[in-house]
C-alpha cells in the first residue's frame, strides 16, 4: 500500500494545482484585449442592463448586470471589460470545486479537480462569453462547500454563507433552485450530508432575505422573469413528449465536461450504492441530469440548463479517473486543447473559416457593422430615432450606437411585451419619422393612409445574418394614429 503523503507534501500538490488554475485563467486573460468578436444579443442585453441598475429585467435576474456594472466603471464599456469577469469568476469556482475536493477526499483530489473544472470545455467557452451561469456556478459551488461544512460541524458562519450563496445564485439565474432540492433531497437519504436545523433555518432565512428584493421586482412588473422563464422552460400545455431532444442533450454534456471526465462520471454514479463521497456527489448531480431528461421528452431543452450538476460531477468523474493514470493525462490532453484553443478562434472570428464556406464564429460577427450602417442611413435622411422589432439588430444598437447621439427605440407591440426593449423602451407618440431597420419581409402594420418609404437594403455577405436588411423611413403615426 502506498503511504499517504505527509502535510507539506500534500500542501505542495494543492499549491500546484492552484497555479494551474491561475495559468490558465492568465492565458484567457492575455488573449481578452485581442478577441475580434462582437457581444453576441444576450452579452449586448446584459451589458445594457448594467447601464438601468434594478432589482430584476425582463428574462433574468439581476446579478450579472450589476456585474458588468461594476466591471465597466472601473475600466470603461470595451469588450475587454466587459468580458473580464467571466474568466476570473471561473477560476474562483475552479479554487472552490478544488476545496471542494480536498474536503471531501485530499489534497490531490482537490488539486485535480480544481484543474479539471478550470479546463472542462464548458467553462472554456464560458470565460469567453457573457452568461448568467457563470456566478450561479461559483454561487452553487460554494454553497455546496458551505453544506459539506456545516454537515461536518454546526457554525454560524458557514449558515450565513449557505445562505448567501443560495440567495446570491438566486440573484444570478433561477436554476439555483437545484441546490437547495438537491441538498434536500441529499439529506434525507444520507446522514453525513445532514445540517442542524438551526443552521439550515439561518441559511433559508439569508437566502430569503437576499432574494426578497428581486421577488418583489417581478410582484410590481408583473412577474416579468418568472413568466419568461416558464414560458423558456416549455410548461405550458403545448409541450409534446418527444425523444428527439434526448440524445442532443446528453450529448452536450458530454461536450460540457468533456467526453472522458463525463464518461468518468457516468461509471462511477454506481458507487453511489455505497453512500459516503460518490453518493453525496451523486445525488448533488445526477437528480439535475434526470428532472432535465424528463424535460427533454416535452420540449428542447439546452445543455447549459444542466450546467450546475456539473460541479459535483466534475468532482465525481475526477475520484474516478485519480488512480487510472492514463485515462487522466487523456481526459486533461483532450480538455486543456480545447482550453487552449478556443480563446484562439476568437482572435480570428472575423477571418476562421469552415474551409472556403462561412465563418466559424459567424454568430458572433457583423452585428457592430449592421449598427453602424443604420445608423449612417438615419443621418443622411436626416431622422434622429432608430426603431426595430428585432431583439438581436436592438441589442447591439443600444452597445454600439450608445455614443451616436441618436434615440433608440423598440417598435411598439401589443400584449405582453417580447423582450427588455419593448418593455422599458418603446416607441412613443410623437410627431415625425424614424427609421425603421428590420430583416422582416413585411413593413410595420400602419394606420390607414400611413405607407412606409424604404431608403435603404442590403444583405450582409458574412456574420450573424445572411437575411436581407430594410432600412424604412416611417411616420410615427404609422403605430399610434393621426
Known sequence: MRPSPGPEAQARV??????????????????????????????AQYWFWGQELAWGYYSKPPLI???????????????????????????????????????????????????GFATVPGVALGSLLVSTDTPMLFCFALAMLAQIQLAARRSPGWALTLGAAVGTGMLAKYAMIYFPLAA?????????????????????????????????????????????????????????LSLGGM??????????????????????????RGGGV?????????PIFLALSAQALRAEVNANWAATAHVAAVVLGILVLRDRRGWLIASFAVNLAVTIALP?????????????????????????????????????????????????????????????????????????????????????????????????????ACAPGITPREVARWTPTDGYSKREIRALRVPRACWFGS
Open 65 to 115: 448586470g450589476w456585474i458588468l456594472r461594476l466591471s465597466t466603471a472601473i475600466g470603461g464599456d470595451g469588450l475587454f471589460w466587459i468580458r473580464l469577469p467571466l474568466p476570473l469568476i471561473h477560476a474562483g469556482t475552479a479554487v472552490l470545486v478544488a476545496l471542494i475536493g480536498r474536503r471531501l477526499a485530499d489534497a490531490r483530489t482537490g488539486a485535480l479537480a480544481g484543474v
Open 184 to 240: 434536500i433531497l441529499a439529506a434525507l437519504l444520507m446522514p453525513r450530508a445532514r445540517i442542524s436545523w438551526r443552521d439550515a433555518g439561518v441559511a433559508a432565512l439569508v437566502a430569503l432575505a437576499v432574494l426578497a428584493p428581486n421577488l418583489w421586482w417581478n410582484l410590481d412588473n408583473g412577474f416579468t422573469t418568472l413568466r419568461h422563464t416558464a414560458e423558456n422552460a416549455s410548461l405550458g400545455a403545448e409541450a409534446r
Open 14 to 43: 494543492f499549491r500546484l494545482g492552484l497555479a494551474g488554475i491561475a495559468l490558465v485563467t492568465l492565458w484567457r486573460v492575455a488573449l481578452l484585449p485581442f478577441d475580434r468578436a462582437d457581444l453576441y444579443v444576450d452579452e
Open 278 to 286: 460518490a453518493g453525496y456527489l451523486a445525488l448533488m448531480s445526477a
Open 344 to 444: 484562439l478562434t476568437t482572435l480570428f472570428a472575423d477571418s476562421l473559416r469552415f474551409g472556403s464556406g462561412d465563418l466559424l464564429l459567424a454568430r458572433y460577427v457583423g452585428r457592430a457593422d449592421v449598427s453602424r450602417r443604420a445608423a449612417e442611413i438615419a443621418r443622411r435622411e436626416g431622422l434622429d430615432t432608430l426603431v426595430s422589432g428585432d431583439r438581436a439588430i436592438l441589442a447591439d444598437f443600444f452597445y454600439t450606437l450608445r455614443d451616436s447621439g441618436l434615440v433608440l427605440r423598440a417598435e411598439p407591440t401589443k400584449g405582453f411585451p417580447p423582450h427588455h426593449y419593448a418593455q422599458k423602451h418603446p416607441l412613443t407618440p410623437g410627431g415625425g419619422d424614424v427609421l425603421l431597420v428590420t430583416r422582416s419581409l413585411d413593413g410595420p
Open 247 to 272: 440524445p442532443e442533450f446528453w450529448g452536450g454534456q458530454f461536450a460540457v465536461s468533456g467526453p472522458i471526465l463525463f464518461a468518468a462520471y457516468l461509471a462511477g454514479l454506481p458507487r453511489a
